[in-house]
């Protein structure tokens, strides 16, 4: 009967959200018009006020401002991502404001100066490009010349749907003798977080940011801002690699090229404030009249696990899957498959967690009948507790005898569970560390995966299910008025109806994809522990 009584409400508040979430989309349409029409405006503002000293790149992934000023990218919005969920402001990954630095920066030093990084005002034929609707390519050259004779360029290349962004050197000699440069590129940011930036704040109890780099011999090693700030610097030469800063859902990460031998990738600080991770190349003449080029590819932007695989090796382990990554990155593959033909992330975590029960259905099964073994022994054990309660010695022997006798091994319960548990750890890092799932919508209510739900729905019937797991593994068989009922066991049956309560306070601000995870793992565990109790009375009658 309530069950029934609680589908019916639950039917109900779904219909109700349902249309709750149909008029609010009706109002987003009217938003989404305004917020194109004031984007157009604030890049003819921008242009106004910067007085030719800067210059603006649209594609249809950024919106880019880059300082004339030795050419280094000032701002970068990405177009695909909002700061928070529903909102008109483009999330904003590379800024400067009076709290929070974080830039990145490239361009030459001259050997003959002392490796000094030479101080460029570049010129470009207009402020403002744009890549057009029919183009899959937009090229912006910068271009200095310098009055001893000297010409460099710095090439950006920006192509449709990408992230990375190609940047090409050049330096021309036409001055009297042969010159030595190297090239360097490097991420800065304040130790301190954004605190004006929402998205950047808020779930993120178990993500990391700070530096990291790749190298011939360390696939990926994190390098915090604790070790960059006690003066514990890196410096380390690499024939491959890249270096990166990172924080939940996205980052920042230059690729050197590898045409010049060995690159140097370095960290500092500034001030005791600023962190620097940076590289720079081995040094390279340019002879008397004439040139020499050379390549490297930035990454502005989420954390596309194929992307980022493609652009450079290891780059990819940049999302934070935590020490069981050899788990949670074949676990996104099968899910992002799933995604391709569902085309929905919420019913995509349904169908892995469907998956993984199926697979782990012998390990659950063990589980299950080494419980009921044990709760068909809970009347005896009770009996041996108090029969035998002044005696702790004689009591722990005539228990292990009942064991031995019933060829029951009380621990042989927690070795499925022990198995199942590096699935489920791997599984909760790669759904609340997949950008996929950020701001991804399910069904009604449910707008963004990443976020908890904010009427406490799934966490309550979380908490329902849970109670319905807790009361089939419960040894409640036994008349609470009988004697030899240990105040132990009675403690325990009351704990167990308080850890459903306990959990659910606590996944109330668990992201929703994870909640609506453990719901069907629990809706899964139940259905199999009833198989399992079906499956002992058939044998029982037989």
Avoid at 330 to 359: D, Q
Wanted: glycine share 2%; hydrophobic share 40%.
């Amino acid at each position: 009967m309530y069950l029934k009584r609680n589908f019916f409400i639950f039917v109900f508040l779904l219909i109700s959200f349902f249309l709750w979430n149909f008029l609010k989309k009706e109002n987003c349409v009217q938003k989404k018009i305004f917020f194109s029409q004031e984007h157009v405006k604030s890049f003819h503002n921008i242009l106004h006020k910067n007085n030719n000293k800067e210059v603006l790149i649209k594609t249809d992934v950024f919106s880019i401002i880059i300082n004339k000023h030795n050419g280094n990218i000032k701002i970068v919005d990405l177009l695909k991502y909002k700061e928070t969920n529903n909102s008109l402001k483009n999330l904003k990954l590379l800024k400067q404001n009076s709290n929070f630095l974080y830039q990145v920066k490239s361009g030459f030093n001259q050997i003959n100066l002392n490796n000094k990084k030479i101080s460029l005002d570049y010129h470009t034929k207009k402020n403002f490009f744009e890549l057009l609707p029919h183009h899959n390519k937009l090229v912006v050259p910068m271009v200095c010349t310098q009055e001893n004779g000297i010409k460099y360029k710095k090439i950006f290349i920006f192509q449709r749907g990408r992230y990375d962004i190609q940047i090409k050197y050049s330096v021309y000699n036409f001055s009297k003798k042969q010159l030595n440069f190297n090239v360097f590129g490097e991420i800065i940011q304040t130790i301190n977080s954004d605190k004006s930036n929402i998205s950047n704040n808020s779930h993120n109890f178990n993500s990391y940011r700070g530096p990291a780099f790749s190298s011939d011999d360390q696939k990926y090693e994190k390098y915090d801002f604790k070790k960059i700030f006690s003066n514990n610097n890196l410096y380390k030469k690499i024939h491959s690699g890249w270096i990166a800063m990172l924080q939940k859902y996205f980052v920042t990460a230059w690729v050197p090229s590898k045409n010049l031998g060995l690159n140097t990738i370095y960290t500092k600080n500034i001030n005791s404030k600023i962190a620097v991770i940076g590289y720079h190349t081995s040094s390279f003449l340019v002879p008397q009249h004439g040139k020499k080029n050379v390549n490297s590819s930035l990454w502005i932007g989420p954390e596309i696990q194929k992307d980022l695989q493609e652009l450079s090796p290891n780059l990819d382990l940049t999302v934070d899957y935590g020490f069981l990554w050899f788990l949670s990155q074949p676990l996104f593959k099968l899910l992002n498959f799933l995604h391709n033909i569902i085309r929905n992330w919420g019913f995509s975590i349904i169908l892995i967690t469907i998956i993984v029960r199926f697979f782990t259905y012998p390990l659950n099964r063990a589980q299950y009948l080494a419980m009921e073994k044990l709760k068909s022994l809970q009347p005896k054990l009770n009996y041996l507790k108090n029969k035998y309660n002044n005696n702790k010695q004689k009591m722990s022997k005539k228990i292990i005898s009942l064991y031995k006798k019933e060829k029951i091994n009380p621990f042989s319960g927690l070795l499925p569970l022990i198995f199942q548990m590096p699935i489920f750890l791997s599984l909760y890092y790669m759904l609340t560390n997949s950008v996929e799932l950020r701001h991804s919508p399910f069904i009604f209510w449910i707008q963004d995966l990443s976020s908890y739900d904010q009427f406490y729905v799934l966490p309550i019937i979380m908490g329902i299910t849970m109670f319905f797991t807790q009361k089939l593994s419960s040894n409640k068989k036994f008349n609470k008025n009988q004697l030899n009922v240990s105040p132990i066991v009675l403690f325990q049956e009351k704990i167990a109806f308080i850890i459903p309560i306990f959990f659910t306070l606590f996944f109330l601000w668990f992201p929703s994809g994870l909640v609506l995870y453990y719901i069907v793992n629990n809706i899964f565990s139940i259905v199999q522990h009833k198989l399992v109790l079906k499956s002992l009375k058939k044998n029982k009658i037989k």
